[in-house]
Structure formats: C-alpha cells, structure tokens
C-alpha cells in the first residue's frame, strides 16, 4: 500500500550566527523519512538561505506514514570539521491521510534545537498522494479521524458511537540505554523525541485498526499518555471513544432529518411524562448522612506487586447487575437489557475483538441529547504495581548487568511488556466496571487513566461515573442518524439523568433518597458527583465553583516492595479525607452537585498527595444541602461549647455568604409536596444531636441551610479541628471572577469573544525540619490558594470573566520540592446579561429550543461560509485602502512592490493604532480580511492561497489555543487532525538563561510557539481541546542544569468569526432564506 | 516554604503598563513591588505582596525576553525584507492590532516596541550632540546622577539611540522614514530619533551652560528644518550615480551647499549692499516696532551676526558650534534689548525679505535656502 510523501523545502530565516568569523551561516537541509535521506545544496552565507529545492519524494508503506515522524535537520556546513547542527524539525503527516482534514502541510515552522531552544526558521512545503481510491483508502487505519475533544466535534454529528478503545506501546527509554552514556545531551535527547514520536504514531496506527475493525471512522476523546518508568523502559498508552461521525454539510441528509426533530423535541420533554412506569414501591427506608458513592475501603483495589490480582473484585461488585435487573423499575431494567446487548452484541461479534475483554467505557465528558439517561455516581480504581517486577527474568538479568553488551534490539526482550501492562490496567478496567454494575449501571463515561510514578513504584488510577446510556446510539447497523432515534425514544426528562440508576432496596452504598424534585416521580440522591461535564439540558441554579479538596500524607522512604504496601496502606485513607473534604467544601458552598471530578493522587519519595478538582453545582432536581453541623465530643466544658457555636456560626455566615455569590436561591418547596422523608435510626451512633429530630424548629430559625440536614461534623480532636479551620481558608475568587474546571461554567452563557489561554507552574521547596502532616497540608493548601490568586491578579483586566478548564497537575520531583502546573482559559462575558437571574424552566426550554435551532443552522451557515472565496471581498480591501491613506502614509510608497507594501500596511496600521486607539471601525475591516484569508482553506482555492510567497504566511497572526472544545463567538468550520507533541529542552547554562524560572518561561512560549507554528502551517487559526500531558521539570542547580519535558496535544480547526459570517450574509444583496438564517441565529 | 520556581505563560503576552513602565525606567523588582504597593494596588485589587512580587517577577523576565528579542530583530534587520519581521510578535504570542480587542492594559507589540524606544526628555538632552560611542557611555553614571534617572534606564536609553544610529547611518532615503519602517516607531517618535541621530552625526555642541535653557524640543525643531532644507536629501536630486560614495542623504548637511554660503558673505562686507539693506528693512518696519530704534541701532551688528554664521559653516568645528553662535550673535542681543517675539518675527521676515531687493546681489536662492530655515530656528530658540 504504497504511498508518496513529497517534501519541499523552501527557504529558512533568521537562522542563527554559526560561523563566528564571518557572522553568517551556510545551511543546508537533511530531509529525513524512514531510512531515506536527502540532503539540499548549502547555501552560503546567509542567515536566511533560499534553498528553493527540488520536490524530495519519498514512497513508502502508508504503515510507515503513519508511524514515522518526517524529520528535517538544518545543519552548518563546514569544510574542515563536522557539520553542525542547528536544529530539527518534526512533522507529523498524519493530519494529510485524512480524506476531508488538510491537503498541505506548508509554512514557517521554528527550528527546534533540545539545548538552544528555538533557532530560526524553515519554510517546508508537504504533500502526500496516496495510491488509492477511496476504497482502499477505507482499508487501512489511515482514514480514521482522531479528536481529543471530548465530546462529538462541532462539525459533525455522531451517527453510532461505538465505544472504548485502548492501545499501549512499549519501549526502551533512550535516556537509559548503554550508549548514553557516550553520546551528546543533545543527542540523547533528540532520539527520546523521535522514539516518543514514533511510538505515538504506531499507537495512533493501531488504534484506527481497532476502529476499523468495530466499524467506526473516527475516535473522540482520544488521550495519549507516556508513562516515563525509568530503567524499566517507556510505555505510551492511549484511550478513545470509537464512533462513526457523519460530517454535518451533506445536505440532504441533514437538513430534513433535523427539523421535524427539534420540533418535537421542545414539546416532549415537557408534556410527557417519560416514565410511565414509575415504581410507585418506593422504599422507605433512606439513609442519611453518607457519602454517595464510593465506600472508600472497596473502591480500589490494595495491590501491591506482591498480593494477588483478585483482591480488587469486592463482594458487592457480584450482586450489580443481577438483583438491580430483576428488581428495578421496569423502564431502567428493559434499557439496561437493550444497553446490555448493545455492548455485548459487539464484543461477541465474529471480530479479532471477541478475544478481548469488551469495557463499555466512553471517553467522553458531554453527549449528545438523549445519550445519557441515568448517572449513578463516581466510579474509581486505584492500583500499586512494583515496576521491577514486570520483566521476564532475561530481561531482568540483562538489566541487572551492566550494560557493556552489544546493541540490543530491545523488541525482542519487550514482546511480552505491553501484555504485562495490558494486564495491569484490564484488572482495573474490570474493577471499574464491576462498580459501576454495583451502581446498577452498564456504562461508564468521563472514563480517564492516569498514572503516577516515583522510583519502582507506580499506582495505575482509573477513574469514570456509571451512567445507563440510550442503547440507541450504540447499535450498530442503523443507518438512520440519532436524531431520527430521538423521536420515537421516550426521553427521560431533564432530570432524568439524575434519577439513581441502582435498585432502592439494594443500594451498593448507604444514600439518602428522595422524590426529584422537578418530575417528583423519581427518586435522585441527595448528593451527585460525576466525571462529566453538566449536560446541556440540566437546570442549575445559580452559579458554580471551583472546588478543590487537597491533601497531603507523609510516608516513610522505603524500598521496593515495602514501599508499595505502605502507599496501598495509605491510600483508602487518603481517598477517604479527600471525599470528605470534598463533600464538606460542597456542603459549604450550598450545593449538591460535583461535575468534572478528577481526584489526582500522587507518590513521591516520602509523601503522597492527592488533589482533586471539580465543579460544584446546585441541581434543581436535587434536594437543598444541609448545612454543616459541628458536633463536639465531650460538650460539658463551656468555653468550649461556646468555642464550638462561634464556629457553627463562621460555617452558617460561610454558607450563607456563598449561596448570595453563586446566586443559588432556589424556588421554596412546600413538604407535602415533596413528602418528608421518614426519620431514619442513625447509622453514627456517635451523634450527639440528630439533625433531623430538631428540623422543624430549624426550619424556621435557619432558613439559609434549607430544610434538609445538616451534614455532621464532629471535633473530636485537633485534627478535625485543623480540618474545619481549613474548611474555611479557602477565599472565594474576587468579585468580577468566577472559576470551574469543567468546559464552560454553569450559570454562564453569554460569552464574549476574548479568550486567554495560559499555563502557570509553580515549585516550592518545602523545609525539611518541620514535616508533620499538619504543615504539609498547609503548604500544599497556601501553594493553590496562593497560585489561584496570582491568576485572579494577572488577568484582572479581563473581568467580568470566568477561569474554565482550570486543569491542576502535582508531581513530587525530589524529596522536598512539589510542583503545581495549571492550565486554564479565561474567557470574558458579558456582565449585564450574565446578571439575569436563574432561568425559570420555561425560559430554560426556551434557550434549549435556540440551541436546537442552532443546530438546524449549522448548515447553512457553513453554505455562506463556503461561498466566501468566491467573493473577492472588495469592502474589507476598500477599508483597507481608506485606513491606511488615512494613516499619512503616501499610497505611492505603498504601491512599489507587493511584499514591501503589505509591511507598510502593516507598519501603518501598528502606528495608527499607537495614535489613535479608538479607531474601532478600522480595525475591524482588517480583521475581517484576515479571517476571510484563514478562512479560505474551506474552499477549493485553498493551495493557491497557502502556497503563495512565503511571506504572506506571516500575516496568519494569532493562532488561538483552547483547552475548551470551542471557541466563544467562532464556528469550527473543520478539523484538521490532531496535534500531538512532545518535547524535550536541556540546558547547562541554567544560570545564564535566567534559573529555572526563565529557562522553564521560555521553554513554554517555545512550545506554544511551536504548537502555533503548527496548526498556521496546517491551514489552520486555532487550537481546540488543548492539553498539556505532561511538564516534567528537573533540575540540578549545582551543576548549572535542567532538564524538562512538555508533552501537549489538541485539535488543529479552523473557525471563522459569527460576527465576520454575519457581515458577509448581511454584505450578499442577495438576502436568501440562508442569510436570513443567520441573522436569525444571531440575534437569539 | 519557599518558591523555586514561579512562571506564567499565556498563549498571548500580556504586558502591564504600569509595570512595563517601571522597568523601563530601570527600577528593580524590589523598588517595583514597592512602588506598586504605594500606588495602593494591594487595597485596589485585594491581591497580596506576595502576588504582587510574583507578578512583578514575571513581567520582568517577559520584559527581558522581549528584549533579547528585540535586539535580534536588529542584528537581522539588513539581510530581510522588513515584512518578515512581524514574525516575532507571532512568536511570542503578542497581539497584533488586527486581533487587539483594545482593552486597555493589553498593549500589542507595537505599543511595547514604542514604549520600549521612549526616552526621558532630561536624558537625551544630556546626550544630544554627543558622539554616541562607547566613551560616552563612561559618562552615562554622571547622567544618572545628575537627571536621577536610573543608570538601567539611561543605558537602555543609550542604547536605542547608538542601535538607531547605527543602522540608519548606512542607509539612504529619508531618515524619518528610515526609522519609522526598520524600528517601527510612531510618527512622532521617528522623528525625535531622527533629531538625536541628526544632532549625533554632525555633533552639534548642545551642552554649553548659554544653550541649557533650551529644551530638547527645541533642538528637534531645528534639526527637522534643517534636515528639510539644508541636506543632500532636501535638494531632491535622487543619486545618478548609485555606486559613487554619496553622503548620507538626510544626515549630512550639503557641503556644496554649505560652501556657497560664503558668497553671502558680501551682504555685509559691501557698506553700500549693507546701507541698503538696512535701510530697507527700517523703511519697511518703521512704527511697526516696538523696538525700532534698537534695531536700526544693532541692525549692523545682528546682520555681521547672521551672515558670519552662515560664511563659516564650512569648517566642521564652526557647524558644531552653530546653536552656540545663533544664541551669542543673534538671540542674546535681542534679548539684552528686551525685544518681544512678534517683533523678531516681523524683524527677521522682512530682513530676509528685503534683500530680494538689492540689486546688486545675485544669490537670491541660496539665501532663501539658509534663511528660511534659520528663520524657523531662530524664532523657535528665541525664548527665555
């Protein structure tokens, strides 16, 4: 299957100075693809040669495309010595096999050196042209579309969503082999990057093969990760959802499919009931005052390398499936059968597939209408594993030696590793999976792996919320699209996914139940958490917030497999404190609900941390929180029980404060409605008070807690009470600011279109004399805080806007030094409409109906956007014209040569905008043009454009980078392939490039530098569903080193501003159903 | 507890310009975070010290990226198209006018650059005329003292000036414009660049104690007519010959030009070209002056002034001490007399006017050439 890879390499520029004497360079270019090599003619003298080459072409196997990074070295030429190298450049080509994704890879792309950083740049001109019809493009991987986004691309619409798919790829790390020790920094860690590049292609390679063979065409939700394990090798792991998407601009299918729908769908939510066969039998039995769903003690497995596998299938996980089946509520039962058979049906399919264990997890955070039906709660597994024991003993003796052999070829030592680390995470697979059935669910989404290594030991974590999904979207064969399902589906309300999906009789965990308290048919939990993001059409009240729960615990160093028990030994511990944490921290802020939970525990030499981050909500369909009680033990002494009220009195000020904040006032409910829930005996015979014996008279007096209970918590020590004093440390972002770590904020809709995207790292060292866990916890605590603040302060100048996204990471890099990385985006909203208080169900479905029309004109707005080209936009160049005559240059100058008067355009532009600031109608005209440039790739003339004198590929501008799936005011017009990348930067002039600060500064605006570089030279404007992986930073300050490693990813897309389409369907006289279409959708 | 390490990136640069303002004037982050909590942003924003230094921290090392960048931009400045160097804003993530959403502490590249070219009025008057070599800059630690501008600041300062000069020196073309493409500097502050290379490259004596009342302002004024009118470049006459070693354009006063001038010598060695003239003008000014009678009485005296001036501007040192001449042969009289402004106005309109009407000369173009510009300066340096 041959294909042909042809590489152009153009010019470079600003190349730096390698001949000291003369100042200059005399470059040539080393075109690298698999084991063929070309090389460019030098070009002396200059810091910005022109090469101009021939078309390099390269036929290979599209196996080999797809694994194989192209790699272009610049390099010094020099007579008398060997020639030195400048930089290198890789490209991943993956993005040119899709059939609809980029067709050239052509621009300015910074030369990369792993000591010097970036140096120069080099103009490279890509194109691939595959031997093969469209059919047989369909037989290999190569047509598979990958997507980290988590959830259905805009642009498409999920016809099937098939479901998990997974791939683990091992190998030697460079960084440890023998011959390391001989060669150059340099070269070391130019070899890491090309096996990490190579290995992500052969993942991403076998990954679409398992696509394929499920019958899919693209994966969503695709997350690469590289486990470093030191001496024991480098593994590279991806997880996906497998899905057949359906691109949304074929317009037959589309545009009648979708209308009668969304008609519908207004109406039924709301004058149906869905569940006609609500189980009236409701138990009356709720238990009160327990966490939801994980009992920490059985929610992980205790692994160590030494016990055996088994220990992680608890007793409650057998009676999942069976007993909620047979006894459940009718409805929950038959979608259980139907999701049941969805799934089974296609592990038991005549595929290589069968042989494998089928997970029916999904990668995804949000859905598409009608996916998600129930949500049963958060489900995680937690293993340790003893990295050294995993190799076969030739293997270990190898290792064991000193590596004074021959060259190894370590693919024949490593056959059996990955089955080693396949087996590793089917075990916690299988755990996971055995919880949600415990939950009464056949599905887990949100679903996420994660490791965290230090030494030999390393605990594997998976973590996901059991859901019961619509079967619909999972059966295979059904032609028809989703929305066409929808119709004739009984769709769950919108509360529905908050409807428990486990049997009352059989709870998996104690919960406290009550009716929904908008359809008051179903039972939902007094508390949800989920992995997820909050679905569409869930109703919120108020605002949400960023909680986090943070924790530290000491551990002694130990070896080996000491070690890996003592960790197993802490970690229930440490799940549990951070669930109460959490739970309190909610309580605190009024509200019931956690979206987007990732609870991170890390291990380090002498410590473990665990940090977890979500985003707490008031869900209307949940009951009211309690507020929190404090009980203390012995409430004889006085001073102490007054010491006791002063605090229940900070904690109900708190919880008060915050419900005004986050805006959550929700509709009072009168009791006969909702049906007091009956009193139940206490589980904690500890209570002093119960809570619920004395609501009436509480009901009266404190009205802000509701009229649920209070959440008890008891001092019975000064742990719990550093534990509550920490409650109340945490300060509420300042006013103007609002923070989640889910994609957009709850309560928020109305966003402006500035975004900012950033990454903030931080280290600390912590002192080794006064390490209790006490002084942990506040060091880790006044880390976060401290570093959310300085976040609120440098972007105050975009207020009123919201943190989303905010994604933390911690590593332990040495003993004593912690290292907090944050990635996040601020988008800026508009203040007065975001002022509108909570959304009463009615307008709540009206906005819902917008969205659905949105939908409708996805459609149409793409035709306008697709008809740009064809205009030349004569009233963008008019304004042109007029600005810069306006800005005192004469026109004459501007007119000498092309090139030179675009800069004068430029140069005028810059000034006039020095003078005059306020020249708003200008800068708009300038902006329209150049989205209409980045804009033209959609249309046939696209290489033209992008092929034209490399200088024009300057004027790309700003590329925007997103952790979000979207982009606030912009339409995603098309995706144009993932960009993985992975690099590595070394110095030994820390010292001199400003310590660790600088060197770590520079080294990320490099790579977002990079990144930019990237996706302009793609054809594309943006970067969505943007991630940093990984940032591992280590240093050596007494020998004047660092070392760090950035591994980032995203979505290369093209959008096109809503204001620029508005301008030009207002600009077409013609004035079609279209463009009325539009202005329509813009004005809602 | 205590920080390593402490960064944030943005995917655009965002650059405060208050901070911004204070590293250019060469503060450290110590006197920074100092100034900036008096300015009471602590209470304005509720952020605490600690914020506030590690916000300062990090816009200094994004300020002195950027001007490593900067200086890059430079070293690279001959070999390219001045296109091409848009390309390092995109490299640091910076906003360019076309995306700038105009809020107001965002400064987009070219606000960074311009403010990164600014000057102290104070400084440049200390350096002004000044050869900008490295044995000033031995001097730069008087300045500091002296101006109590901080020796970072004046050396940054310094700096810009010798790049500026450096690289427009080769160059031919309008120096204003020169600056204005290759330093993408405002209109205004090309202009002032163009001024203090002008006054560089023919070392103009600026710092004599008779000169100090004089402002930088002023100085640049005169440098902008004089580059208008009395250079190569003025003349129009585009190089026939583009290998022939041609003086800088707009940098070098016209030596051709400058040799002429001797011709109006005459104006004051003739006794009847003098008579005539002087009755002239006081024919014509006669009860229109204020001061007539002590202008008929120095009309002699202020015309020796005016056309010695002009005669020895062909030795070097005398074109250096121009600006001390005008001020002793013309501006001190007139103001030892008391002579109001409007009356130097009408006083030197008609004496350049007059002498259209002697007969007996024959340079009436080269006069208009050297008066209409002295004109400008003179009544622009006539001041207290």
Redesign the interface.
Known sequence: MPGKLKVKIVAG??LPVMDRASDLTDAFVEVKFGNTTFKTDVYLK???PQWNSEWFKFEVDDEDLQDEPLQITVLDHDTYSANDAIGKVYIDIDPLLYSEAATVISG?F?IYDTIHG?RG?INVVVKVDLFNDLNRFRQSSCGVKFFCTTSIPKCYRAVIIHGFVEELVVNEDPEYQWIDRIRTPRASNEARQRLISLMSGELQRKIGLKVLEMRGNAVVGYLQCFDLEGESGLVVRAIGTACTLDKLSSPAAFLPACNSPSKEMKEIPFNEDPNPNTHSSGPSTPLKNQTYSFSPSKSYSRQSSSSDTDLSLTPKTGMGSGSAGKEGGPFKALLRQQTQSALEQRGGSPHRFCRRREFPFFTLTAFPPGFLVHVGGVVSARSVKLLDRIHNPAFVGIMGNTRSYKLLDWNSFNSDEPETRDAWWAEIRQEIKSHAKALGCHAVVGYSESTSICEEVCILSASGTAAVLNPRFLQDGTVEGCLEQRLEENLPTRCGFCHIPYDELNMPFPAHLTYCYNCRKQKVPDVLFTTIDLPTDATVIGKGCLIQARLCRLKKKAQAEANATAISNLLPFMEYEVHTQLMNKLKLKGMNALFGLRIQITVGENMLMGLASATGVYLAALPTPGGIQIAGKTPNDGSYEQHISHMQKKINDTIAKNKELYEINPPEISEEIIGSPIPEPRQRSRLLRSQSESSDEVTELDLSHGKKDAFVLEIDDTDAMEDVHSLLTDVPP?SGFYSCNTEIMPGINNWT??I????????????SLNLTNQALNK?FN??CE?LL??????????IPCCLCHVNFTVSLPEDE?I?VTVTAVAITFDKNQALQTTKTPVEKSLQRASTDNEELLQFPLELCSDSLPSHPFPPAKEHLESASSNS?IPAAQRATSV??S???D??S???E???L?AQ?IR?GS??TT?TVEKASPVGDGNFRNRSAPP?AN?????V??TPLSFIPGAKITKYLGIINMFFIRETTSLREE?G???F???F??EV??MV?AHVAALGGNAVVSYIMKQCV?MENPNKNQAQCLINVSGDAVVFVRESDLEVVSSQQPTTNCQSSCTEGEVTT | ????????????T?IDEDVYRLWLDGYSVTDAVALRVRSGILEQ????A???Q??T??HY??F??LERLLH?LHQ?IF?????????YP????L????????????T????FY?GYYAFDEAFVREVLGKKLSKGTKKDLDDISTKTGITLKSCRRQFDNFKRVFKVVEEMRGSLVDNI??HF????RLARDYAAIVFFANNRFETGKKKLQYLSFGDFAFCAELMIQNWTLGAVGEAPTDPDSQMDDMDMDLDKEFLQDLKELKVLVADKDLLDLHKSLVCTALRGKLGVFSEMEANFKNLSRGLVNVAAKLTHNKDVRDLFVDLVEKFVEPCRSDHWPLSDVRFFLNQYSASVHSLDGFRHQALWDRYMGTLRGCLLRLYHD
């Open positions: 520029r600003h200059s810091l910005n300015w910074p970036i740049e300042p279109s500035e900012q995207m950033f990454t903030s790292v931080r280290v600390i060292r912590l002192s060091n006044d880390l401290n603040k300085s976040l609120y302060f440098k972007l105050r100048s975009m030094l290292q005192g090139d030179y675009s800069f004068a430029r140069c532009s810059w000034i905008l020095i003078k600031k708003t800068r300038i902006k150049v200088c300057s004027t790309v501008g700003v925007k980078m400003g660790v600060s600088g770590l500064h520079a990320i605006a977002f530098a930019r930073f | 507890m205590t920080s390593e390490l402490d960064i944030f990136v943005g995917n655009t965002l924003t509720g952020a605490t600690a914020v506030l590690s916000d921290m990090d090392r994004t002195h990226m890059l690279l070999q390219i198209p001045p296109s091409r160097l848009t390309v995109f490299w640091m993530g906003t360019q006018p076309s995306e700038s959403p105009a809020r107001p502490r965002q987009p590249f070219p606000l311009g204005q493409q993408l500097l405002s209109d």
